[in-house]
């Protein structure tokens, strides 16, 4: 069963930092899957943030974020760097388009002074 944990979310200020973590569970041929990062914000659809094997990043967080995955262990990344009060959403990991339909619990990023 495919299964997503993610986790690193947490309480920061404006232009600080933190990295997500998102474990991966049944998915076979892990390598070859295009993952992404997704975000939703309270009275927001949600959005795709960042992709990888096929690089993509929102407009609204080029060149603050960065993706990253570690195949042989099933996880991928996300570093956020100066993140600004509209990054707070929870965030979610799951492939890329389509996603599958049981999405994880996310973590919690709120970027708040």
């Known amino acids: 069963q495919v299964r997503f944990v993610e986790s690193g979310g947490g309480l920061v200020q404006p232009g600080e930092s933190l990295r997500l973590s998102c474990e991966v569970f049944?998915?076979?041929?892990?390598?070859?899957?295009?993952m992404s990062w997704y975000r939703q914000a309270p009275g927001k659809e949600r959005e795709m943030v960042a992709t990888?094997?096929?690089?993509y990043y929102a407009e609204s967080v080029k060149g603050r974020f960065k993706v990253s995955r570690d195949d042989p262990n099933n996880m991928m990344y996300l570093q956020m760097n100066n993140l600004k009060p509209e990054d707070t959403a929870v965030y979610y990991c799951?492939?890329?388009?389509?996603?599958?339909?049981?999405w994880g619990q996310g973590t919690q990023v709120t970027v708040s002074s």
């Open positions: 799951n492939k890329r388009f389509p996603p599958y339909d049981n």
């Open positions: 049944g998915i076979s041929g892990f390598t070859n899957v295009a």
């Open positions: 990888t094997y096929y690089t």
